[in-house]
């Protein structure tokens, strides 16, 4: 079933015209603490390596990563009216995102790689980390609040952090404190109901102290129209709030305490008949969604201290998420399936604590060998559960889970020769699940309880060879994992059956060039990605029985990526990428048919791309401002194909899978 998002607060074009006048005016507030567009930036990643990012798309190799990705600066999201992690997503070639429309169910694709259905509150195969602290991908449709830095790491990761993913990591960096107090505000308003208020504002608290503080509200009425009432499906709303506080000792000793808060209301995940009408509408009880609501609440703290071998570093992160959600057939769904227009809904509660600490030593910046060693932990409770439906609470499921994964990993870059350059990485992994499942259907109760062990060893291998000093060719292979579980949605012993961990094996075979004054700049891979026990969802559309089941794919294509700054203040920056997704083993008995070898995946876009120019200039002092500066930016990301639904094998069903044509959220 192809999802389509809703566009919560997308920039209309009022908004974008009172965002450029808010950048304007806000510009002086920021000029101590932003240099034009266009310089080289440094910026921090999951790996623990630096990178030079010259603007939105360029990726170069960087000392102790080396991993392609394409990258998003903090000014970029806001001029895009980008508001949320799924929106960036959305726009970034290669990537293929499917999340029912809601806050609860998402599946990331990098190059055609990921899970086709999250089957378990840990089903990360490609999972996001802020300030190098895992987040699970779940919560993809939270806020962009206050954003540095966003990279989309492509291909398997994990060998430089305790952040590891089958097909690649999101990763996100917020802005930190500094010692010049400064701070922004940005409001905008927009038609369908949309509105935004956000303000951060920062500096020093003393001596060694300081602090930075970022709100965000917004709103909007949903894309959606209740055909019952005539009115918008239900009116989202997401409130955030980060605070940073960073003490810095000096002599290579700080540490970095962060406290977040994100509410969704109001968002839900959606089943919708296809075509689409203009607008969209469903026919449901109007009210449904009134009282959905999400919300995490993370606490992390980051230590470093530099020693005379290396660089310690200790990233502890405590997230607490919690969301109820109603998966609705509408009358339309009703009367196309079975004749009747009748409703069905069911009601879901989640909740989860993950407890992370990822240890690790780096070697200092500039050494002649670029290497990182760590040990990385993480334990998590969760439950979810199926209190009631349209029918009453005679036939609920309470599912509670806990996991424990342990890792170590390492990764070293040596100099062969001036040219030529060996990376050389490995984790290896120990996960354990286990699962009680209690099942009540009118009147009869029955209860179930299992576990699971895994082990896996990944890493990746690279040479890269600089064929001159602005070209650089790489060749490389990685292996990902992403741990097996238990069925979130079983409604009987018979579900519980555990699905195995996936592994990825990718080869890359790519380019990073430039020109010697860095106004233009290309990189390019051509990949394949080979998936043993990928996840899937069996659903039965008759019977409602839901269960976890694995199947083999292989994605294979390439991607181009480049910038030219013809003249200070533009910039043109340009992606495409093709992706062949398939299918490689068949899955008989499947919910509603047999799954065969040689179905494409689903939700996987074969071509996309990404166009986008901006200029930036100075303006002449008014308004009592000193130093004003006008920014503009237009972008535009097509896919040039749609992804595969009929030839996919993979069927519709209430929580959200891709796959059956006849319905779309």
């Known amino acids: 079933m192809s999802r389509r998002s809703p566009r ?3 920039s209309s074009s009022s908004l974008n015209a009172i965002a450029i006048a808010a950048t304007v005016l806000a510009a002086p507030s920021l000029a101590h603490g932003q240099t034009a567009s266009g310089q080289a930036q440094q910026t921090q990643t999951a790996g623990g390596g630096s990178e030079i990012a010259l603007g939105t798309l360029l990726v170069e190799g960087r000392a102790a990563s080396d991993y392609t990705a394409t990258v998003f600066s903090g000014s970029e999201l806001e001029a895009l009216g980008l508001n949320t992690v799924e929106q960036v997503l959305r726009m970034t070639p290669g990537v293929n995102v499917n999340s029912s429309g809601g806050t609860n169910l998402s599946t990331i694709y990098v190059r055609g790689v990921g ?63 500094t010692r010049v107090l400064e701070g922004y505000g940005r409001i905008e308003y927009g038609e369908q109901g949309q509105s935004l208020l956000e303000a951060a504002i920062g500096g020093p608290m003393g001596d060694t102290l300081s602090g930075r503080l970022a709100v965000r509200f917004q709103q909007s009425d949903h894309w959606v129209t209740n055909g019952e009432d005539g009115q918008p499906l239900s009116n989202p709303s997401d409130l955030a709030f ?51 609501t999400k919300s995490l609440d993370r606490y992390a703290l980051q230590v470093n201290h530099d020693l005379d071998v290396g660089r310690l570093t200790s990233i502890s992160s405590y997230v607490n998420t919690r969301n109820n959600e109603i998966a609705a057939y509408d009358a339309n769904i009703m009367t196309a399936q079975y004749g009747a227009p009748s409703q069905y809904w069911s009601q879901d509660e989640a909740s989860e604590t993950v407890f992370t600490q990822d240890l690790k030593l780096s070697s200092r910046p500039n050494s002649a060998i670029d290497w990182v060693a760590g040990m990385f932990f993480q334990h998590s409770d969760g439950s979810y559960n199926t209190p009631f439906n349209a029918y009453g609470a005679n036939t609920p499921s309470f599912r509670n889970f806990t996991t424990d994964t342990y890792a170590i990993y390492g990764d070293v870059t040596v100099p062969l020769t001036d040219a030529l350059k060996l990376t050389l990485g490995l984790r290896q992994n120990w996960n354990t699940t286990s699962y009680d499942g209690t099942f009540l259907n009118w009147g009869m109760l029955s209860g179930d309880s299992r576990s699971l062990s895994e082990t896996a060893t990944t890493g990746r291998a690279m040479l890269s060879y600089a064929l001159t000093g602005t070209t650089e060719l790489h060749a490389k292979y990685a292996r990902g994992y992403t741990p097996g579980g238990f069925n979130i ?48 969802l069996s659903y039965n559309s008759a019977t409602y029985v839901v269960s976890a089941v694995n199947a083999d794919t292989r994605s294979q294509g390439f991607e181009v990526q480049g910038q030219w700054r013809p003249f200070n203040g533009f910039q043109l920056s340009v992606g495409l990428s093709y992706v062949d997704a398939t299918i490689t083993s068949s899955v008989y008995g499947a919910g509603e048919g047999d799954i065969l070898a040689g179905n494409s995946v689903p939700d996987v876009s074969p071509w996309s791309a990404l166009i986008q120019a901006s200029y930036e200039t100075a303006l002449p002092p008014f308004l009592g401002l000193s130093n004003p500066m006008l920014k503009s930016l237009v972008k535009r990301s097509p896919f040039l194909g749609q992804p595969e639904l009929e030839n996919s094998g993979v069927r519709a069903h209430s929580g959200g899978d891709a796959g059956e044509p006849f319905m779309s959220a």
């Open 115 to 177: 899970s086709m259905y999250p089957m378990n509150m840990n089903d990360g195969a490609v999972p996001m980390s802020i300030d190098g602290a895992p987040v699970s991908a779940r919560h993809m449709s939270l806020g962009t609040l206050d954003v540095e830095w966003m990279d989309i790491l492509k291909g398997p990761q994990g060998t430089t952090s305790g952040v590891s993913g089958l097909g690649g990591v999101v990763d996100i960096t917020t802005r930190r404190p």
């Open 8 to 10: 919560l607060l997308l």
């Open 489 to 536: 949605y079983a409604t009987q012993v018979a579900d519980g059956e555990p699905f195995e961990g996936a592994i990825n094996d990718m080869i890359e075979v790519g380019f990073t060039t430039q020109t010697e004054d860095r106004r233009f700049a290309l990189t390019g891979a051509a990949y394949v990605n080979w998936v043993s026990d990928n996840h899937l």
């Open 242 to 292: 980060r605070a940073h506080l960073l003490w810095d000792a000096g002599k290579g000793t700080s540490a970095l305490l962060t406290v977040e808060h994100e509410n969704v209301d109001e968002l839900p995940n959606l089943l919708i008949l296809r075509p689409y009408g203009n607008p969209p509408t469903v026919n449901l009880t109007p009210g449904l969604y009134d009282g959905l």
